[in-house]
């Protein structure tokens, strides 16, 4: 692709129409995974923690919602969040609110299971000790064990946010201005060069997820006591 | 919210669409486990070249978005091929086996294919990679001092301890590439996200054609959970026979 082409549809990829319009291309998908993900964390722990400290009769509704939520595809609930809910509720839910929402109940229903297994990993012995120290359930959850479980479960949190900004290019479908909607809008006005404008977002997104999984595991390898031990399993290639 | 039910019409396209997604599903999951198998006897190879291609593979089918490659391979991938090649994929071809007639797919469905498997092969190799990996250098050591050769060490000893460590997540893949399957949507491929938006424009039952096609998927994957099941509970008793 010619440079001149190239530099003209630049900040067209980056922010969209933006100064003029509403903020879109690269910058939207940034907006639409920063919100997605503090969600999806903030549902993820309270959905892990009501796991956890659930009876084994309220477990059995709670499990299988979340396991509705991690069976069906992010574009099907996409479809049930913009086009099912303004239906039911009479309200205009603006596309943007029904991606959000979408991405955040998967990644919620995602990162439930990983704080599950983080708290449970923590150990009986712990919980006991706290307990045994006079703390209530909550406070030996929230002083004592969730800590610990924290930097467990740390690593699943990464991934998921790492799933979530790729997740935000199905907004797409919806049509929701962001990278991937305006990169077919850029490919179908320059016509004759798909290639290179898929290659150029394809590493935009890589860029993106890498710089995210390098810096947050970096970020929490200083963070993480060298005592904890690490998972059984060699670490994964290509990291 | 008393409706009419969705008409049988819909309902066989809906039926159809999921036929799309089970078709695409099973072909790429085939072409992603064998592919994913190579690269990760790949990945072990002794050049560092080899290794470090599949890395590069790996980091960049995983973090780059599914869509963003099929739009590639899809709008992309067709203008490198030769117009011959591209008028062939466009049009229709029939082979006639007896009484089935086997239908080449459309182009739609090969960019979904293609897709599908290069971007799911990036996840099975790592599976498999942590398959290997879980396995006890002993047992390595132990077939080596037996008088075994490094390929029958493999293929004997590690190989089937890997397998079955990998299966479970291998099969969690798989449901990933059922759910997944609903993005060849955005490059026309009338599978059944498709046909269920398709049903909605043209009926306005926005709950019953999302409801059956929310069914349809959750069918699919407890399928998958069930076989993944099966298969590991029938590998643990073949191995308690031995």
């Known amino acids: 692709m010619p440079w001149q ?57 709670l499990a299988l919602a979340i396991g509705f939520f991690r069976a069906i595809p992010v574009l099907m609930l996409m479809f049930w969040t913009y086009f099912l809910l303004p239906m039911m ?16 109940l998967i990644g919620g229903a995602y990162l439930a299971h990983s704080v599950h297994a983080g708290i449970r990993a923590v150990g009986d012995a712990q919980w006991q000790a706290g307990l045994s120290l006079g703390f209530t359930r909550f406070d030996a959850l929230r002083y004592v064990v969730l800590p610990q479980a924290l930097r467990i479960m ?26 991937s909607f305006v990169a077919t809008q850029v490919n179908n006005r320059l016509m004759i060069y798909p290639i290179p404008v898929f290659l150029f977002v394809g590493f935009l997104y890589l860029v993106l997820c890498t710089a995210l999984d390098r810096v947050a595991k970096h970020w929490l390898g200083r963070v993480r006591r060298p005592a904890v031990g690490h998972g059984v399993l060699a670490p994964a290639a290509g990291d | 919210m008393m409706h009419d039910w969705l008409a049988p019409k819909y309902l066989l396209w809906l039926w159809q669409g999921f036929g799309v997604t089970v078709g695409l599903a099973l072909c790429a999951g085939v072409a992603a486990t064998l592919g994913g198998f190579l690269l990760a006897l790949i990945a072990d190879a002794r050049w560092r070249g080899a290794r470090h291609a599949v890395g590069a593979y ?30 062939w994929l466009n049009s229709a071809h029939v082979v006639h086996l007896g009484p089935f007639a086997l239908r080449w797919p459309s182009f739609e469905f ?5 897709g599908l498997t290069f971007y799911t092969a990036a996840f099975v190799v790592e599976e498999f990679r942590a398959g290997i990996a879980g396995v006890a250098a002993s047992q390595r050591q132990a077939a080596l001092a037996l008088g075994l050769t490094p390929r029958q060490t493999f293929r004997h000893v590690v190989l089937p301890q890997a397998v079955r460590i990998s299966l479970p997540p291998l099969f969690g893949q798989y449901m990933n590439l059922v759910k997944n399957s609903s993005l060849t949507m955005a490059i026309g491929l009338a599978e059944l996200s498709y046909a269920s938006r398709q049903v909605e424009t043209e009926t306005f039952k926005t709950f019953e054609a999302f409801g059956v096609a929310t069914a349809l998927y959750i069918l699919a994957i407890a399928v998958i959970e069930a076989v993944s099941h099966a298969v590991s509970h029938a590998r643990d008793r073949s191995l308690a026979r031995r």
């Open chain 1, 89 to 104: 509720f009479h309200v205009d839910v603006p596309a943007l609110a029904a991606v959000v929402c979408a991405l955040s």
């Open chain 2, 58 to 87: 790996v980091v960049a089918f995983r973090n780059t978005p599914l869509l963003v490659q099929l739009l590639f391979w899809y709008f992309g991938a067709a203008t490198l091929l030769p117009d011959a090649a591209t008028q």
């Open chain 1, 154 to 179: 740390a690593p699943s949190f990464v991934n998921q946010w790492v799933t979530l900004v790729k997740d935000t290019s199905l907004a797409y479908i919806v049509g929701v201005g962001e990278l």
């Open chain 1, 5 to 61: 082409l190239f530099l003209t549809n630049l900040p067209y990829l980056l922010v969209g129409p933006f100064p003029q319009g509403p903020l879109g291309g690269a910058a939207l998908t940034l907006v639409l995974a920063l919100s997605s993900a503090i969600a999806s964390a903030v549902l993820g722990l309270a959905l892990g923690i009501a796991l956890a400290l659930a009876g084994p009769v309220a477990r059995v509704p």
């Open chain 2, 110 to 114: 090969v960019a979904g294919w293609i």
